[in-house]
């Protein structure tokens, strides 16, 4: 099956890319990296009139260091982030789940932003970005707006995005030098889809737990936050009694469903062993 025939522009700004999404009356979508909606485009289970390039658009590439954040361009390349010294020192997490993106080629061409855009349940770059509290900056006819990675991922491939508004940037927080992040994802290879996949992100002062985020992937509609794990382990140290209590609290915190190839009991029973390993390299770092 070949795409549906459309028009093809390669705007010079992001307020250009806006105004041809507009002339087209909606019946466009953005593309950058292509590698979530060339295959859509192909199988006709998107067929828009006219697709509006912005992949090359400078405004939206780069990661620098902006008042305490770090700032992510949409445009920026998985490979980049992999590559970056800036994403391995202010955001750590984000480093060790890079690798786990797919494969080099899809990593060399898909975007950051992007991957935020299709908000794919099973995705890396969503879950860590709602474990690092990061808040994506949109673009829009009417001004820019930022939105809590929180409040970003709304359903199942729905976010908070508008028809004609673009991601403009990501900015995560930075991590202080007591700040300690593991990922890890559960797949059949490498590569593939996770069957669950997690990161965590805390902050210590000495041994306690003064800050922590976890996220999930792979288990619901949108990255799910184990919030009630975290309270578990809010100002304590973590030991083999506190990573128990934690594993028992994602009772409450996960609800995956059942599909025809993992039952729900397993990937429940997959995200508890992901947690405690991830919570004992936290211990092992310290």
């Keep these: 099956?070949?795409?549906?025939?459309?028009?093809?522009?390669?705007?010079?700004?992001?307020?250009?890319?806006?105004?041809?999404?507009?002339?087209?009356?909606?019946?466009?979508?953005?593309?950058?990296?292509?590698?979530?909606?060339?295959?859509?485009?192909?199988?006709?289970?998107?067929?828009?009139?006219?697709?509006?390039?912005?992949?090359?658009?400078?405004?939206?590439?780069?990661?620098?260091?902006?008042?305490?954040?770090?700032?992510?361009?949409?445009?920026?390349?998985?490979?980049?982030?992999?590559?970056?010294?800036?994403?391995?020192?202010?955001?750590?997490?984000?480093?060790?789940?890079?690798?786990?993106?797919?494969?080099?080629?899809?990593?060399?061409?898909?975007?950051?932003?992007?991957?935020?855009?299709?908000?794919?349940?099973?995705?890396?770059?969503?879950?860590?970005?709602?474990?690092?509290d990061a808040v994506i900056e949109i673009a829009s006819p009417e001004g820019v707006r930022r939105v809590a990675a929180e409040d970003f991922f709304v359903d199942l491939y729905e976010t908070a995005l508008?028809?004609?508004?673009?991601?403009?940037?990501?900015?995560?927080?930075?991590?202080s030098g007591d700040t300690r992040a593991a990922f890890d994802e559960l797949a059949r290879r490498r590569g593939d889809y996770a069957i669950v996949g997690a990161g965590v992100n805390a902050r210590f002062d000495g041994a306690t737990v003064e800050h922590m985020r976890i996220a999930f992937l792979a288990v619901g509609p949108t990255p799910i936050r184990a919030r009630s794990a975290e309270q578990v382990l809010l100002g304590r140290s973590i030991d083999v009694g506190t990573i128990c209590e934690a594993q028992d609290a994602l009772e409450s915190d996960l609800d995956p469903a059942d599909d025809d190839q993992i039952p729900a009991s397993m990937r429940r029973h997959l995200a508890r062993v992901l947690l405690g390993r991830l919570l004992g390299r936290l211990e092992a770092i310290g």
Excluded: W
Excluded at 75 to 103: G, M
Excluded at 105 to 125: H, Q, Y
Excluded at 162 to 175: F, L, N, W
């Design 162 to 175: 508008q028809p004609g508004e673009v991601i403009v940037a990501v900015h995560i927080p930075t991590s």
């Design 1 to 132: 099956m070949k795409a549906r025939a459309f028009d093809y522009v390669r705007p010079q700004s992001v307020g250009d890319a806006m105004k041809a999404f507009a002339a087209a009356d909606g019946d466009a979508v953005f593309v950058a990296g292509g590698q979530s909606l060339v295959p859509a485009l192909a199988l006709r289970l998107q067929a828009p009139t006219l697709l509006v390039d912005i992949g090359r658009l400078e405004e939206l590439k780069g990661i620098s260091l902006e008042e305490g954040t770090l700032r992510i361009g949409a445009a920026t390349r998985h490979c980049e982030i992999l590559a970056s010294d800036l994403v391995r020192t202010h955001a750590p997490l984000l480093a060790e789940a890079a690798p786990h993106v797919a494969h080099p080629a899809i990593r060399n061409k898909g975007t950051f932003g992007g991957s935020l855009a299709l908000a794919d349940p099973a995705a890396e770059f969503p879950a860590m970005a709602l474990a690092l």
